[in-house]
């Protein structure tokens, strides 16, 4: 699908999180994806709902040192974490 404007106001307003849905911004490097999740972002955290942004590598860092360490992921509900709100991935 491509992004124009009236879809990224609808975006900004938040309503794929009461759905419980996920959006992937997908495009070659220097197009605005990191731009336009950002802004997401920061009309979550203007309502007040938890945000977390992080690169895909950081990502997979992370995860494979939960691994390497307890053997298994254990879900994660501190700030860094939210279990119920936003998260970015940086890919």
């Known amino acids: 699908m491509k992004l124009n404007e009236a879809k990224m106001r609808e975006l900004e307003s938040l309503g794929f999180l009461e759905k419980n849905e996920n959006i992937v911004f997908l495009g070659s490097n220097g197009v605005g994806k990191t731009h336009l999740a950002t802004s997401i972002g920061i009309a979550a955290a203007k309502k007040r709902v938890s ?26 509900t501190n700030q860094h974490h939210p279990s119920n709100g936003w998260f970015a991935l940086r890919l």
């Open 51 to 76: 945000t977390y942004f992080i690169k895909c590598n950081d990502l997979l860092q992370q995860l494979k040192r939960e691994i390497r360490c307890s053997g298994h992921l254990r879900p994660k």
